[in-house]
């Protein structure tokens, strides 16, 4: 079985631009008809790829191993069509939500002894079978990481010019916003990307060669990975991406214009136009720009948009624009490289993300469930290509981990379970395996109410 849960709070890892558009989706309501349909074409795309990943994996690991496949199914509840080839039936359910693979022998009940049984095989076979789905979406999402930094390369910050300190007293003194690093650990940097590389090595100690106009200084600090770089970075105010019939494209904005003022107050970054933008929902802001050297002028109302920090909702300002960045390209083994990377940090996310849950430092309101996600892939796909594989993957490894926790019905449930039987030299009975999978479901049920009760919330703004 397959259930699908998502915190918010991992979205950034799917690309930098998601922090200003994925992340602040359309709570409220779907703007348009081809915006709804939209959303709803990308959401099913998006399950249907997922569900029949995870049980392929199931279906092909039990195929291997000898065990009988009763049912292939692509979605859960009544049966809409189906056929049967190989002692297996393919079918179509109505609730495009998940999906699972029945295997012969595995419900209480079933249990025959025979030797294409699910409980026939010995325990590894078992967990082998069972580990396959969730791993399966842990593949298809190393996968996609490694085809979209192949096709599209990756965003880099261009240049590496300071926006404003973390959190120290003693380095604000010292450094100002537009202050530009030369070198890092007296290595020449050209932009963020390069610095982040640096910071892979994890180094002790932190030296910087920092210009500000004509004079250069130097910068040396302790560096500990868990308080974070000092450094924010500084993006030009420079649209990268305009979303369709925005505010941004009905005033008539261009991809490369540059924001010079909002309202006569000057703005120097892309962050300095946001907090301008996000104050004034729904309020007229006359904004200059600059495109091919000439200045040009217009008014524009933000867009209000509800979003969801840390379980309370909050209305913002929104153009619909992203900031211009650089893509950096890699070849074969370079996009191998780096999709992985992705791929090991997108799990380290969604681990920290589940710790800080259990530790209340993240609200549960920030859990969105099948509606968050189809609005979701929706926005993704409004961005383009590159954002919606790049949401499919993070969703995809948000599935990985959370099939994985030991709780039953899920995949982690059945792992602990056999882990008991391997330790107590002893199967549950039938009657014990089905109260304990009762109970579970039950909690699990729980869970999902909540998590429907997070997105229904969500779209009334509450």
């Known amino acids: 079985m397959l259930c699908a849960f998502l915190c918010e709070t991992s979205l950034p890892y799917v690309s930098p631009r998601f922090r200003y558009s994925v992340l602040h989706f359309r709570s409220t309501q779907f703007l348009t008809f081809e915006t709804m349909v939209l ?31 009763k049912r292939f199914s692509i979605g859960l509840g009544p049966k809409l069509f189906g056929f049967r080839s190989g002692g297996t ?70 240049g590496t010019n300071i926006e404003s300190v973390n959190d120290n007293p ?38 910087f060669l920092i210009k500000r106009d004509d004079s250069l200084f130097t910068i040396n600090i302790q560096y500990k990975k868990d308080e974070g770089f000092p450094f924010v970075p500084m993006i030009e105010p420079i649209i990268g991406i305009i979303e369709k019939n925005s505010p941004a494209d009905n005033l008539g904005l261009k991809k490369g214009d540059r924001f010079l003022s909002i309202n006569g107050k000057e703005i120097k970054s892309f962050e300095d136009m946001r907090m301008e933008v996000s104050v004034n929902p729904e309020k007229t802001l006359e904004i200059e720009w600059k495109r091919n050297g000439m200045i040009m002028k217009g008014e524009v109302v933000p867009r209000k948009q509800k979003i969801q920090e840390n379980g309370k909702t909050k209305e913002i300002g929104l153009l619909g624009v992203v900031a211009k960045t650089e893509k950096l390209q ?43 996600i189809f609005q979701l892939a929706g926005e993704s ?80 703004g509450r």
């Open 330 to 372: 890699f070849g074969f083994f370079g996009s191998f490289k780096e999709g992985f990377r992705r791929t090991v940090e997108s799990i380290k996310l969604i681990f920290s993300i589940i710790v800080m849950l259990f530790r209340r430092q993240i609200s549960p309101r920030t859990l969105g469930g099948p509606i968050a």
């Open 39 to 69: 959303t709803i074409i990308a959401g099913l795309v998006l399950f249907t790829i997922m569900v029949i990943s995870h049980e392929f994996g199931h279906f092909i690991a039990a195929k291997i191993t000898g065990i009988g496949v």
């Open 381 to 460: 796909a409004r961005w383009g290509l590159e954002f919606y594989l790049g949401f499919m993957a993070i969703l995809s490894i948000n599935l990985f981990i959370f099939n994985l926790i030991p709780f039953p019905p899920l995949d982690g449930g059945h792992i602990l379970i056999f882990g008991i039987e391997k330790l107590i030299r002893k199967r549950p009975t039938e009657k014990q395996y089905q109260l304990i999978q009762q109970i579970g479901f039950a909690i699990l049920l729980i869970l999902v109410a909540f998590i429907f009760y997070n997105d229904i919330m969500r779209i009334r």
């Open 170 to 207: 003693l380095l604000n003194e010292r450094v100002k916003k537009g202050d530009n690093i030369i070198t890092l650990n007296n290595k020449d940097v050209r932009n963020w990307y390069e610095i982040s590389k640096i910071l892979e090595d994890k180094p002790d100690s932190l030296n």
């Open 89 to 158: 039936e393919y079918v179509l359910s109505l609730v495009p939500l998940g999906g699972y693979v029945k295997m012969k022998g595995m419900e209480p009940g079933e249990i025959k002894g025979e030797k294409d049984e699910f409980f026939s095989k010995s325990i590894l076979v078992r967990t082998f079978v069972v580990l396959s789905g969730p791993f399966l979406n842990l593949i298809l999402a190393f996968i996609i990481y490694f085809f979209t930094v192949l096709s599209f390369g990756v965003d880099v910050i261009p």
